[in-house]
């Protein structure tokens, strides 16, 4: 099986979600100062949302590289993770429009929680498919930032019921912590 | 002529089609659990017809890699199946809006069936096409679940009238035997 | 410059012309046999535009593989053609819920006429830039397919102000025109 | 790391920015002339964003074509520039339904600023990467239309509020700048 039709796909279900997410940002009837201000929260969900699919992309592309062989299991456990990557234009749009109200913003963190695990089922799939002495086991074992964003995910989705900017908080240091600049991202395999 | 094109422009609009129906889940107005309850339905079509896509592009992804050579009929038996795997937003969105009303769901079971009569012409137009001892060729006189599939939704289209829970029981149970792994799928050429 | 990324883009800007335009069948509110009927005139302008869609990629792919070199007018000769290849979702939905009326139609002409005469540009950029005595140059003369469409589409618009249907006729015609097996196609270089 | 990949995302989130704004095109209710009349701004900046939008995936094109190397920050830089071009179908939208207001019609210069700096951004990211005596670098010490672009835009943005039409007028002018042939995208590298 050729890996090339699935980072193909990937990728196109992945583009087409950071673009129509912008269709959620509705144009606004009037030509004013005034009905820009209900779309900055709408605009600040967007940029939040096209980052994280910017870190899915780049992280996929990654793995993939660093994979050798794909099987079934391979590709439903990515159309699995493709499943709730297309779930995000949906939350974002919802969460923009409440201005961070709790129950979007916990859903947001809910299904950026599953997208997360569902990541971490795709690349244990991928690992065990591999050889056992593959570059990529060993980038996993070492994987503390994917395990951490899944933790502070559960730690966010309650509170948000509590106080919604802690939750959003905890969703742009997510976000942050895989920014910046990883030294060990340009050496090493994986993330 | 090259396959890859063929590949590339089937990856593009499934891709697209996978991805777009979530537009048909339409962000509701509100913020509480009210408004989350009448989304459930539309949500579960979601998931049936995100599974049923990603079983045909599983399929088609099989049997191109089989296929040696392409001509003209087999492009248009190709856009055949694309054509009615584009429609499948379409009745996802009635289906779910609709909390799964008979014709809707008749409907949904149509668009299902002439699908999987458009992947069993292209199947023998890309059989027809290549040499007679081909291994696509006896990998598809065994193609047991393809045919069951089309039987299947012929049963279920006029039982949705008379209970659309039958109907939908046996769209889930189609998706099911595709979904359950298939040792032949890792072993053998085709679905 | 390289074809790979002319044919992807244009695959991609292709796929999502086909695949978008089921947006404007607009799901209906209700779920019996009423509702349907509008959406019959919906459906068939989507079937047209989708037939002739598929024609413009087919050929489009023809055209490409047998050109061996590429500049930047027939980059841009190619964003011409997808321009107008873009409108057609638009003009379908017009043409669709307007149910065939005169300006709609006309306007669907218009569009396809303009595509015609972009396809028909494109492929003297390309021609021009082969050699002499390219095949592509010899299959282009006997281009009669592509002069007879848009000639056909010119007495087209005109009439459909005074019978919308013998318009449609005109546009049907054309379609079932490329549609129909032609052994040069396969054979031949060109469309 | 390979540029394929990098390549095939970013023409995909070109492809579909320039195809979705179709849908801002919203098919009018009626079939008369009068209903087309409104359309007319609509269509004209969808022109323009479609003509911008072609020139930034000519330019991309080129640029990644002569670069040999990719890393983490040209990932993060790409996707930067992704961000802006996938705002000009809201932008394109707003400014085109309210006919080139003068809040719309600024903020359209403005994505097309941030746009021109992130391209910029990326330039030199790619750059700062190639080897001392890369092709790109020298290329890009002449990229003068590039710095010029974005001062106009600096210009035209507050032009818009003392008439819009100078505004339009400049950003016009931009794209014509990077549309009429130019014999060195020919024989050199980069725009």
Redesign the interface.
Known sequence: ??KG?L???S???????????????K???????EV?RPLVPVFLTY?LS?VFL?IY??NH?HML?AADRI???I??AN?HL??WL??I??VT??MG??HF????TAMYGGVLLLAALAYLILQTAIVAHQGTDSKLRAAVRKDVKGKLSAVLYVVAIPLAFVNQWIAIGLYVFVALMW?I??RR??SKVGR
Chains 1, 2, 3, 4 share one sequence.
């Not at 990728?11 to 940002?25: F, G, K, N, P």
């Not at 109200?101 to 979007?104: D, F, H, R, S, V």
């Open positions: 099986m050729s039709r980072e193909a796909f990728d196109a279900v992945i583009a087409i979600a950071i673009t129509i997410m912008v269709l959620e940002l144009v606004p009837h009037g030509a004013d100062w820009v940029v096209f910017g992309w780049n592309h590289h099987n079934g299991k590709l439903w159309l493709l499943f297309s779930l234009p949906f749009g919802w429009e409440n109200a709790p129950l979007p920014l600049p990883d991202i340009e």
